[in-house]
């Protein structure tokens, strides 16, 4: 695996293998890498000739007061396990190499709508951050195909929709989320949880299935939303939302069938985010 740092780097690296007709995949992360990041790399690898990875913490999507600085930054361990997992390429710039004007004035991207509510409303900038660095990527890299996790549910939505609206030739995989044996998502920021906090994590997920279940069973959404924000307290948590969407992230309404619950709570030092799908009943 080669491991590039400037941007001149890498554009001469992938202009040589696109001329050799080589089909690239992009798995952007920010590092501190755990076994979903490398279902990431499994699915670019299964559908690419080159995977390139990039590991960037990102200081635009990140809010005041945020973990920007607190965030783990576990380079060699992150090479280490890419190279194993076969990644080709990492990219890993500075921040002055993706943002040397800084952040004040640079250009953003911003998608409408479905960047909007849920973490777009706890977290005001988040997905323009988000947006605007995997747009730059996208440019960079040029991949016929990106992978993202579907933990991060909106996250996906929102690159789904720029890849659209900006007539990017970018093929954009989900890719499933992957648990630990008690059902906590797996996610960088488990590691801010003391072993006590821990325990008490899969509540999370816990609660999302005892709705769905009742979801699907034809109970009514709103007591249970409320019930299930009490489920979360009790546990420990501190809901910041839960809330029951279409797949696409629309309002659900009576004819909505395929529907995602999706919920992010803090618990202790971490906000943790998870989601679920539910099938609702046609008598709902
Ligand atoms: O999901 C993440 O790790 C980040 O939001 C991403 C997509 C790498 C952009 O910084």
């Avoid at 579907?150 to 007539?167: F, G």
């Avoid at 769905?212 to 009514?220: N, Y």
């Avoid at 803090?266 to 985010?273: E, V």
């Amino acid at each position: 695996m080669r491991t590039l740092r400037e941007i001149d780097q890498l554009r001469s690296t992938l202009r040589e293998h696109r001329q050799q007709g080589l089909r690239i995949a992009l798995v952007p992360t920010m590092g501190n890498l755990h076994a979903g990041h490398l279902a990431l790399v499994a699915c670019a690898r299964q559908r690419a000739d080159i995977v390139v990875s990039s590991l960037f913490v990102n200081p635009m999507q990140f809010g005041p007061g945020e973990d920007l600085d607190g965030y783990p930054r576990t380079f060699n361990a992150d090479q280490a396990q890419l190279t194993e997992a076969g990644c080709d390429v990492l990219f890993a710039p500075a921040v002055s190499a993706l943002y040397p004007y800084g952040l004040d004035t640079q250009t953003r991207v911003h998608v409408p709508v479905v960047g909007e509510g849920l973490c777009g409303g706890s977290r005001p900038g988040h997905f323009d951050g988000v947006s605007t660095v995997v747009s730059m990527l996208f440019n960079l890299v040029q991949p016929d195909v990106a992978c993202f996790g579907e933990k991060d549910y909106q996250q996906l939505a929102v690159i789904r929709k720029l890849v659209r609206d900006l007539h990017m030739p970018i093929e954009i995989i989900g890719v499933p989320i992957v648990r630990a044996a008690d059902g906590l998502a797996l996610s960088s920021r488990n590691g801010y949880l003391s072993s006590e906090e821990r325990s008490k994590a899969p509540a999370l997920f816990r609660t999302l299935c005892t709705l769905r279940d009742a979801l699907e069973r034809g109970e009514p959404i709103e007591n249970l939303l409320q019930q299930g924000k009490v489920l979360l307290e009790n546990a420990g948590f501190t809901p910041d939302y839960l809330e029951l969407r279409d797949i696409s992230l629309a309002p659900v309404n009576s004819t909505t069938r395929n529907a995602v619950l999706l919920a992010a709570a803090k618990l202790g030092p971490a906000r943790l985010i998870d989601n679920i799908t539910v099938q609702l009943p046609a008598s709902q």
